[in-house]
């Protein structure tokens, strides 16, 4: 069993930035990927950045590329999502989860475990 938590979301103004942390607590000697989704008020749950075990392989959706960073601390069980030039439009709840086996990917129902979520407000 994995147990995630996220932190630091919160409201910032557009053209602003956050940092989504992500730790992780029970079963973390595993190698597992991780990613971030996120989730606006009717909309469907949306892929927004994965990172491989070793942190040598990320994907990013393309809305957020070049904007957005992921990136992992193994030995603090944490990933981070580092959010710049934020637009309303990046408004949502943002999750991370785990995924035990196989490689990270952007399909939200392969991964095995999944945060609470934080909310992230961007104003206009």
């Known amino acids: 069993q994995v147990h995630l938590v996220e932190s630091g979301g919160g409201l910032v103004q557009a053209g602003g930035s956050l940092r989504l942390s992500c730790e992780a607590t029970g079963r973390t000697s595993l190698p597992y990927a991780m990613g971030w989704f996120r989730q606006a008020p009717g909309k469907e749950r949306e892929f927004v950045s994965s990172i491989s075990w070793n942190g040598g392989y990320t994907e990013y959706e393309d809305s957020v590329k070049g904007r957005f960073t992921i990136s992992r601390d193994n030995a603090k069980n944490t990933v981070y999502l580092q959010m710049n030039s934020l637009k309303p439009e990046d408004t949502a709840v943002y999750y991370c989860?785990?995924?035990?086996?196989?490689?990270?990917?952007?399909?939200?129902?392969?991964?095995?475990?999944w945060g609470q979520g934080t909310q992230v407000t961007v104003s206009s």
């Open positions: 989860a785990a995924k035990i086996t196989g490689w990270a990917t952007p399909i939200w129902s392969e991964y095995n475990y």
